[in-house]
Each structure stands twice: as C-alpha cells, then as structure tokens.
C-alpha cells in the first residue's frame, strides 16, 4: 500500500516562510508527478504546483514567484518552499502523486492527509 506522509506545517506571520515535505513510501514502481494542493475553508481544493519526472513543474498563478517546487526522485520525496506568505495562503496542503505500482499497470492517485498551514499576525 502506498502512502503519502506530508510534514512542516504550522503557524506563520505574513511575510514569513515554510518548507512543507512529503515523503511516498510502499510499493512504488514510478512517480510520474508530485504535487500540492490546498484547501481553504468553505474553498474548493486547488493545485498550488506540481512537478514532473522530468523536472517540469506547473504553479498556480497566486503562488508564482513566491512558491518553489522540487523533488527528489531518488527519494520519492517533493518539497515547497514558501515564501512571502499571505493570509491568503492559510490552508490546509495535501501531498498529491500519480504512482505506477507495478509494470503494466496504469497510474493511480494517491493522497497524504494533510498539513495545515496558517498565516497570520
């Protein structure tokens, strides 16, 4: 069973940082993307960034030029590095990736539980 572990969430004033982590762990043949997510209250879930095998990574417009993505496919882990935070970034963040578990086999969703994160003075 493959599972999505998500860490570095908390409290943070405007302006501030975080590093949230998310480590996969199971049976993991390939990651085609990682990625995150987030859900304010009463919001609907949105992509916040994602990245490919490849390298190719894709952001939301609000978080462009403050958030960074990365991964380390060695490690089946994918990191965001925010900066400049706002308010509006209050949130709960999930881990998201596209996991083939074995050859022959399509890719499947998985999902971590969540960090949340708050920003606020």
């Known amino acids: 069973q493959v599972q999505l572990v998500e860490s570095g969430g908390g409290l943070v004033q405007p302006g501030g940082s975080l590093r949230l982590s998310c480590a996969a762990s199971?049976?993991?043949?390939?990651?085609?993307?990682m990625g995150w997510y987030r859900q304010a209250p009463g919001k609907q879930r949105e992509l916040v960034a994602a990245?490919?095998?490849?390298?190719?990574?894709n952001y939301a417009d609000s978080v462009k030029g403050r958030f960074t993505i990365s991964r380390d496919n060695a490690k089946n882990t994918v990191s965001l590095q925010m900066n400049s935070l706002e308010p509006e970034d209050t949130a709960f963040y999930y881990c998201?990736?596209?996991?083939?578990?074995?050859?022959?086999?399509?890719?499947?969703?998985?999902w971590g539980k969540g960090t949340l994160v708050t920003v606020s003075s």
């Open positions: 990245i490919t095998s490849g390298g190719i990574t």
């Open positions: 199971g049976r993991i043949l390939s990651i085609l993307v």
């Open positions: 998201n990736a596209a996991i083939k578990e074995r050859v022959g086999a399509g890719a499947m969703d998985y």
